[in-house]
Each structure stands twice: as C-alpha cells, then as structure tokens.
C-alpha cells in the first residue's frame, strides 16, 4: 500500500507569503509561550501537515480540537497543536455518507466554482455552491474554463448569469491564456479556493496559475468529458501575486449544509422583493390567489427555474436545519421532495 504524500516543501516569505496578517498577529498577541503560529496546508486524516515561519511539519489531531480544515491558523509547538485562531470563513458541505458537515477549508476570501465548457454548464450545481459559499462567509466567482474547446461560450455565460445574477464571471483557457491575467488579478492577495466537478480543469488552472506543476493532472474520458480524481486531498498552495491557493478533489454533488435565511439571502430577488408583495402572510407560492410571486412568471418578470431552484434549495435547508428532530426532519424531506418535483414540473412542463 503507498504511503502518504510527501510533506510539501518549506515555504517562500514565511508567514506573510501564506496569508498572515494584523488580524492573525492580533489574535496571536498573547499566544503561550513555546508556541509559534502555523497554517494548516494538507489535511491526512488523522494528522495535518502545517507550514510556520520556519518550516513545514506533521502535527497529529488531538480529541480535545475541533475539526481542522485546509486553510486553518493554529498556534502549535514542537510537537503538538495547541490551539486553534478563529476563522474569518469556513466552507462545508453537507457529509455525503454520515449527514453531519464535512468541512472543506478555511479562512477563505474567495471560491472559485470551476465549471469545464467541455460538459453542459448545470444551473443548480451553481446555484448550491453559491449558497454554500455565502453561508461559509466568504465570495463566490465563476470560473468557466477550457473556453477553446467551444464555439459558443455566450451561451454558457448566458447560464451562469440568469443561475446567479450579480456573481462573477471570469473565462479562462489554460491553452491560449485567455482570462489568466483577469484571474490573477481577481485572486491576488486573498486566499482561494477552486472547487466543483472532476475534470473541469481545476489542477490545470492552479498549474497555470503558478507557471509550473503543483497539482497532478488527467485526462476525461472522451465519451462523456467526465475527470478522474486526480486530486486526491486539499492542498494549500503558495502562488505568484501572494495569492494562497486551496486545491480541492471534485465534488459529485454539494449536498447544502446552511440555514433557510442564507437561502433567502441568495434568492433575495424572490424571497423578499416578491414574497412580501403576496396576498396572504403564509403563501406558499404554488397555488394562491394574489400570489406576487406567480404572477411574476407569468408576466415573465421572474425566471421560473430560479423560482424553482429557491423553492428546493430553501426545503433542503429546512430540512438540515432540523435534523436534531427526527420527526421535523422527515417532514422537512417530504416538503423538499414535492418542491424537488414541482420544480421539474415548472422546467419541462409536466
């Protein structure tokens, strides 16, 4: 059986170079003597890989920390963590096997959702990561690549635009250079994260990025443009510009692991401008006389898919939020599980 990866090289600048600030130094002021601050760069399951101003080392969990993630500022000694900083972000996902929060990494200032224009560009897997990004408090961007593969990138923006008004879009060919400086200087001077589907060019665009090879890239298949995992861990990188860079492996799916009001806060144009505007306190935007919200798409005001994705998206919420209850949470499920059809009912007129 392979062993782990080896530990990353030491690291250029030292702490400053791996995104240390005034922040960091403030809450660090008082840090016990002995002890020197540290981030964390890979996580391997029952130890983490950190870099200091001096070096880069492995350092074990202990039961008495709470769940560490690529990106977290720690205060350790020679041989042990000691203490965990606060974070400014922290991006999850909702665990796909145990249903708890799968932490993806921390502290960050900007998540790129890499979507590949080699496969249909998917509105809802947008719309989740937006929200996720949102919750996890940091800013979210679209980063569509391999834009030399296709003769119609309009219409993949045109996807990204009506999925998530207002959200950055930035286009970008690892071939031909196209978008790589817009996205350099998007990314300088802040901590980033790329995540989404396997094979959509996520290590390929770090590569880039650095101007040599970091993160180990494939092939897909050519019947379906579907990726292997190339990347198998998180892994914090240092780029050119004093970007921090977080590789992640593709994610099949971002099950949503937020509360209803980040939901609404996303769908804003839905859920306070319209639902405010209906009839009755308690409309459920489906069948009401007097409701704002239907109106709007039939007048064609509101995109009914967005409409639809709100309406799922803001079950599944409900539905994480009361998964203490047992008896709610099954409630919740069914709801999310009639807005799940209602939404393809609205979509394909059926």
């Given amino acids: 059986m392979p062993g782990p990866p080896p530990d990353p090289a030491p690291l250029p600048d030292a702490l400053g170079a791996l995104g ?53 500022w720690l205060l350790v000694d020679d041989a042990a963590i000691v203490s965990l900083l606060e974070r400014t972000s922290l991006l999850q996902r909702r665990d796909p096997t145990r249903g708890g929060a799968q932490l993806i990494a921390a502290n960050l200032d900007r998540v790129g959702i ?14 989740r990561f937006v929200v996720q990004v949102f919750d996890a408090g940091a800013i979210p961007m679209v ?66 990025l650095a101007g040599h090879e970091l993160a180990a ?6 019947g379906d443009s579907k990726g292997r995992h190339t990347t198998t861990s998180r892994e914090l990188h240092v780029l050119p510009g004093h970007c921090v860079l977080v590789d992640t492996p593709g994610l099949r799916e971002i099950g949503l692991f937020t509360d209803v009001e980040t939901v609404d806060d996303v769908f804003d144009d839905v859920a306070r401008d319209l639902d405010e505007a209906c009839r009755f306190r308690d409309c459920t935007h489906t069948t009401e006389p007097g409701c704002a919200v239907l109106a709007a798409i039939e007048r064609g005001d509101l995109d009914g898919d967005r409409y639809a994705a709100w309406q799922v998206l803001r079950a599944e919420a409900e539905a994480a939020e009361l998964r203490g209850d ?25």
């Fill in 20 to 72: 240390w600030g005034p922040r960091w130094a403030a809450l660090a002021a008082d840090r016990p003597e002995g002890t020197e601050p540290a981030r964390v760069v890979r996580h391997d399951g029952v130890a983490v890989v950190v870099a200091g101003a001096d070096d880069v080392g492995t350092r074990p969990l202990r039961p008495a920390l709470p769940p560490l993630a690529v990106g977290d």
């Fill in 114 to 127: 890499v979507c590949g224009l080699d496969r249909p560009v998917k509105a809802g897997r947008i719309q």
């Fill in 143 to 208: 980063v569509l690549t391999k834009a030399d593969v296709t003769d119609d990138v309009s219409a993949a923006i045109e996807i990204v635009e009506r999925a998530a008004p207002a959200v950055d879009v930035i286009v970008t060919s690892t071939r031909t250079e196209h978008g790589l400086d817009e996205l350099r200087a998007i990314v300088a001077d802040r901590t980033v994260a790329f995540v989404g589907e396997s094979g959509a060019g996520k290590s390929t665009l770090v590569n880039a």
């Fill in 217 to 222: 890239t494939s092939a897909v298949r050519k």
């Fill in 326 to 350: 047992p008896v709610a949470r099954h409630q919740a499920e069914k709801r999310f599980g009639r807005m799940a059809r209602e939404a393809q009912r609205l979509k394909f007129g059926r």
